[in-house]
């Protein structure tokens, strides 16, 4: 079944892989490996073991997390081919709203896109309707299925080593795998079963963070949160910083800093700053069907990996405070790529996945020193007014750099890694800017805007509206999530329709590679909504998967063959292009 050569051992056709935890983690590492495999034409088993049944309402359906999938996972996931539907998002999200004891600002998406999705990981808070397909970890395990993998619901109770394998016990049976994958989150008791088979696995540093559910109706939502992300930075003891996420029928507060209680939940929601966001007359401690203090990553694991076995997600490294699904993705990603095409054994894993570990852990200790800035900061009224007027300048000034916006939305929304942030917040024109407001005066207000519940990923345009423009200069991407577009070469006055592209399709991939104007006009054909792929993110994909580009290359090779096509059709009937 598998093959070995001195100590290296892989996998091979007819190999068998157990996933235990079929949270994000999990369900990456099995989508990407059972892609991988396909793509080499080996046939390889993969069985999820998931100890929660997401269909469900409240705690036991759900993997307690404040659900914001960020901007640059929205990004990957569309040029990988996955689109987050539509009925799994609960609201797009296209700004953020900073509050402090001095005010506010609103931070929009440096794109003006709704690029942030905020999700249930389960069904919903006790209190909602029951939609099983409204869970964004049912979607991703549901992906895993389609792809072949087998779902087992229930608990693994222990892990034993073999000579040729690893046993999995479960209630309903005990099974022999050649590898086993440790997705289980942050359990002690789950991790300590992979510490009694992998020597060298220290488990990772947790505190206790807090989340909770408040109902709200659906209009109040909208009229009081818009679509945008409440960030708090104010001073209260153990709060690092507290977010409240609008859903669709519920906001979501979570809070995060160090072993948060009930009295530090307390304080927080009877500042002002939390208080005024909601309708005057609502108790807010009487709203929430759904609390809990679950437990977060804040220090890596040690050696997540052992001959045959690795642990992924949270379980091994995540980022600090943000962006913990995107995490997931990487290490599920990157342990598929490693077992798939290096080996399975500690060896193989050490030198291919275990940097990718390391680079994260080395992100954190950056994002560690940006905290503590930040609570430096969060504890002087004169320098957070100076924050919140760098942020309220750039954000009303035409011609701005958005040098602070673009750092703190990357800092609070997990778009960027750390060391790029405090990179970005070491720029002397930040700096001076930031100083100059320090020393100014005048603390604007900006009212925040009122926005209609959205939950589509990306713009949405109209009949008709151009996307990009020929002849006008672009660097970006494009993936359809929804509806059609139609692609104009405009000649002498003549439009001719090139091609009509679909769902899941992309377009502008020429900009990326020429710095050069765009040849075609492209147009919605209906309504249509589209993401825009920043270059780096894109760039960022192929390097994690070479194949990406192979998969880019094919279409614009089919592309070229089509208008070849119509070409020779046009010199043969002298003009047979369709006219628009
Ligand atoms: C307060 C808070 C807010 C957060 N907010 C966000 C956010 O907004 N956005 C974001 O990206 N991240 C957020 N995170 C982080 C995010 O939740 C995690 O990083 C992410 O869930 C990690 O995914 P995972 O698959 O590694 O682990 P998990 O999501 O914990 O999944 C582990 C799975 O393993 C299963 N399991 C465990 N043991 C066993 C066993 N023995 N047998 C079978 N199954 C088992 C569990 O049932 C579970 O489903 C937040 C975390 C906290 C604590």
């Keep these: 079944m598998k093959r070995e050569s001195r100590n290296r051992i892989e996998l091979a056709d007819g190999s068998s892989i157990a996933v235990i935890g079929g949270g994000p983690a999990g369900s990456f590492f099995t989508y990407y490996a059972l892609g991988f495999a396909e793509r080499l034409g080996m046939s390889i088993s993969i069985d999820i073991y998931e100890a929660k049944d997401f269909g469900k309402i409240g705690s036991s359906g759900c ?77 991703l395990l549901g992906l895993c299925q389609k792809k072949g993998a087998n779902i087992i619901r229930g608990k693994v109770s222990g892990l034993e080593r073999e000579e040729q394998g690893i046993l999995v016990k479960s209630k309903k049976d005990t099974k022999e795998y050649d590898f086993v994958v440790g997705g289980v989150g942050l359990g002690k008791k789950s991790l300590n079963m992979f510490k009694a088979i992998c020597p060298d696995f220290d488990l990772p540093k947790v505190t206790r963070a807090y989340i909770s559910e408040i109902s709200m109706k659906k209009e109040e939502i909208g009229s009081h949160f818009g679509d945008s992300m409440h960030v708090f930075l104010l001073d209260v003891p153990n709060v690092t910083f507290g977010a409240l996420i609008p859903k669709e029928n519920f906001v979501t507060l979570v809070l995060l800093g160090k072993d948060i209680k009930q009295e530090t939940v307390d304080r927080f929601l009877e500042t002002d700053e939390v208080k005024n966001l ?46 913990g699904i995107g995490a997931a993705y990487i290490s599920g990603r990157a342990a598929a790529k490693a077992a798939v095409f290096n080996g399975i054994d500690a060896r193989s894993l050490k030198s ?42 750039e954000q009303n000034s035409h011609n701005s750099k958005f040098l602070m916006s673009s750092a703190l939305w990357d800092t609070f929304t997990g778009s960027e890694g750390y060391r790029n942030i405090f990179k970005r917040f070491m720029s002397p024109s930040l700096i001076f800017n930031y100083l100059r407001s320090i020393f100014s005066s005048a603390v604007f207000s900006k009212e925040m805007q009122q926005h209609t519940s959205s939950n589509g990923i990306g713009h949405l345009y109209r009949n008709g509206e151009v996307i990009i423009e020929q002849g006008t200069l672009g660097d970006c991407l494009y993936v359809i999530q929804e509806g059609k577009v139609e692609v104009i070469l405009e000649n002498n006055d003549e439009e001719v329709k090139v091609a009509e592209l679909g769902k899941s399709e992309f377009f502008g991939e020429m900009g990326l590679f020429e710095s050069d104007v765009r040849s075609c006009t492209v147009r919605a054909l209906g309504e249509a909504t589209v993401l825009t792929i920043d270059k780096k993110n894109f760039y960022e994909s192929i390097q994690n998967d070479a194949s990406l580009a192979y998969r880019l290359l094919e279409k614009m090779s089919h592309r070229l063959r089509e208008a070849n096509l119509k070409l020779s059709n046009y010199q043969e009937d002298g003009y047979s292009y369709q006219k628009s």
């Design 63 to 139: 993997n307690h997390c404040g659900g914001i999938v960020s901007e640059s996972l929205v990004q990957k996931l569309s040029v990988d081919g996955i689109l987050i539907p539509r009925e799994v998002i609960q609201r797009s999200i296209n700004s953020y709203t900073l509050h402090i004891e001095q005010g506010k600002a609103i931070i929009q998406t440096p794109s003006q896109e709704h690029r942030i999705a905020s999700v249930f990981r389960g069904c919903g808070p006790r209190g909602c309707t029951r939609q099983p397909e409204r869970s964004f970890d049912n979607y």
């Design 278 to 323: 909601f309708p005057e007359s609502m108790v807010l401690k009487d709203s929430c069907p759904c609390k809990c203090f679950p437990l977060i990553n804040i220090r890596e694991a040690v050696s997540p990996y052992a001959d045959r076995v690795v642990m992924i997600g949270d379980s091994a490294s995540s980022k600090l405070y943000k962006n």
């Design 352 to 393: 291919v996945y275990a940097p990718v570990c390391r680079d994260l852990a080395l992100d954190n200790r950056v994002g560690k020193l940006i905290f503590f800035v930040t609570k430096f900061i969060q504890k002087n009224s004169f320098l957070k007014k100076g924050l919140l007027r760098t942020v309220i300048k």
